[in-house]
């Protein structure tokens, strides 16, 4: 099993040789006899630490026959020649015993992260690449290759009332964040079959999440939320409805252009449990229409976050390679993917989630021939 990439690991046996040529020049050019003994020595740890256990062993072996070659040369006694090579292989037999330490700690690191990613992949599947009239895509960029589980969610659905969908970001991370994210999800499975508006699937959100916070134990209004935008699209495809609760705003791309969707009216995050606080008692509902070939683009606050060397944000309608006509939601998933790599260097600093749904343009119908 190898430790390290390919690159890293032609690094590590240059740190390595370097080491064991740099201890055989000491101990021939010192004016004291064998002051290389501590480079010789560093080769093994350097192996051992960073290299796979078959070059490791090389690494020693190599060590130990330098060492005795160099007393051998210098002339030294029997008795400080079994010492020297005592010593290295000493440092060496550790330098392996490292290295298995590390192999298995590897894999271990290695099951938890694909039990954590099984846990989320069952908790949040990707969504069918159709429903009703759109075409889907969806996407989820961990912020570390080490950390494969967040608090990003999305779905979509196809209900009596359209095709009704949310994306979503749960605070924290970790287990705790997916068990957030799979009541939110069920929660909206549930009520998205049920809720005759999407005001009233978003209060039903609301107080389903509430319930859950306070059932996890004494938590204030600004320690437990999910920010959302939820959405749904008419059985023709013509309109999208969507409500805002605290979350990075959607956008419409249609003709090349991206234009943003702000909410008419800024709303608190879901399970806060403060309630609704608009005057009239219900979410407000923004409605826009959708043309034939146009899509919506969803993300998380990993996008819209994200930022380059000189600390700006990324802001996709400002984005040149952004201006572009996008037939599917795959093309533009991708898109949006790789030029937020570009503005960041590939440092994501937080988990990205993207949902992108494009209205199908109706089959062109071919015109009877005379007989």
């Not at 490791?56 to 029997?78: F, K, M, Q």
Request: charged residues 20%; proline residues 8%.
């Amino acid at each position: 099993m190898k430790i390290l990439r390919p690159r890293l690991a032609r690094v590590s046996w240059m740190l390595a040789a370097l080491a064991l040529l740099a201890g055989v020049l000491l101990n021939l050019f010192a004016p004291e006899p064998y002051m290389g003994l501590p480079l010789l020595a560093a080769a093994p740890l350097v192996a051992g630490a960073m290299l796979s256990f078959r070059s490791a062993l090389i690494v020693v072996c190599v060590t130990c026959v330098v060492s005795v070659a160099l007393d051998l040369e210098r002339g030294r006694p029997p008795t400080p020649l079994y010492v020297d090579l005592a010593v290295v292989g000493l440092i060496g037999v550790l330098a392996l015993a490292v290295n298995r330490l590390l192999v298995r700690q590897g894999r271990d690191l290695a099951l938890a992260r694909n039990i954590a990613e099984a846990v989320q992949r069952a908790v949040l599947p990707d969504p069918p690449r159709e429903v009703g009239p759109l075409a889907v895509a969806a996407g989820y960029i961990a912020a570390q290759a080490e950390a494969r589980i967040g608090g990003d969610l999305y779905a979509v659905q196809e209900t009596p009332f359209g095709v009704r969908m949310i994306i979503g970001d749960v605070r924290g991370k970790g287990m705790g964040a997916v068990a957030a994210v799979s009541v939110a999800i069920g929660a909206f499975r549930q009520e998205a079959e049920y809720a005759p508006t999407l005001a009233t699937l978003v209060q039903r959100l609301d107080e389903a999440l509430a319930r859950e916070a306070a059932r996890s134990g004494p938590v204030t209004s600004t320690e437990g939320f999910t920010t959302a935008v939820l959405a749904e699209v008419s059985a023709d495809g013509g309109t999208v409805s969507l409500v805002n609760r605290g979350h990075p705003p959607p956008y419409l791309v249609h003709g090349g252009q991206l234009v943003r969707l702000d909410p008419t009216l800024p709303q608190l995050p879901l399970g806060m449990g403060l309630g609704d606080l608009t005057p009239a008692g219900s979410a407000p509902v923004d409605v826009v229409r959708l043309p034939p070939g146009a899509s919506l683009l969803l993300v998380t606050d990993g996008v819209t976050e994200a930022r380059d060397a000189q600390g700006t944000f990324y802001d996709p309608a400002s984005s040149r390679r952004m201006g572009r006509r996008f037939t599917e939601p795959d093309a533009l998933l991708e898109a949006l993917t790789k030029d937020v790599g570009r503005w960041t260097g590939d440092d994501y600093r937080d988990d990205m989630a993207i949902l992108a749904v494009t209205r199908r343009r109706p089959p062109s119908r071919s015109l009877p021939r005379d007989g």
